[in-house]
């Protein structure tokens, strides 16, 4: 039985309605104090790869719980008066999460080409550090 929609449009039909801040200004707004960074990925991607210097991690199964003030897992940096900007490995989870995030009420904008976008414009990656 095929699908009502395939993940491919639901992507494209949240970029067509969200904040998309292409990759090399993203990079531009790593130090600006008013933006905080969010990481979508699973922690497995952000040990192999790194991870942008300042972002909050976020697993994406978690989003909606963590920025909603009435859950019992919401986190207080959702709270803090600033720009929010998602990224995720490639765009796709980061688009439809910020749409989701829309549909709550919640202002947002994401990172068009995610992590690899950001590692192609040149952008600081950090690297956990190793378990001992």
């Not at 909050?56 to 909606?64: S, V």
Request: aromatic share 10%; hydrophobic share 40%; net charge negative.
């Amino acid at each position: 039985m095929p699908l009502k929609i395939t993940a491919a449009q639901m992507v494209a039909n949240a970029r067509d309605r969200i904040e998309e801040i292409n990759a090399a200004d993203a990079v531009a707004l790593v130090n600006d104090p008013g933006v905080q960074i969010v990481d979508l990925r699973d922690p497995r991607e952000r040990e192999r790869t790194g991870f942008i210097p300042g972002s909050f991690h976020c697993p994406r199964g978690m989003l909606e719980f963590w920025v909603d003030p009435d859950s019992p897992y919401f986190k207080d940096v959702f709270a803090e008066d600033k720009k929010f900007v998602f990224h995720c490995a490639s765009g796709w989870r980061s688009a439809i999460s910020v749409a989701t995030l829309q549909d709550m009420g919640f202002d947002a904008a994401h990172i068009a080409e995610g992590f690899t976008g950001w590692e192609k414009a040149g952008g600081p990656v950090e690297h956990p550090k190793p378990r001992s």
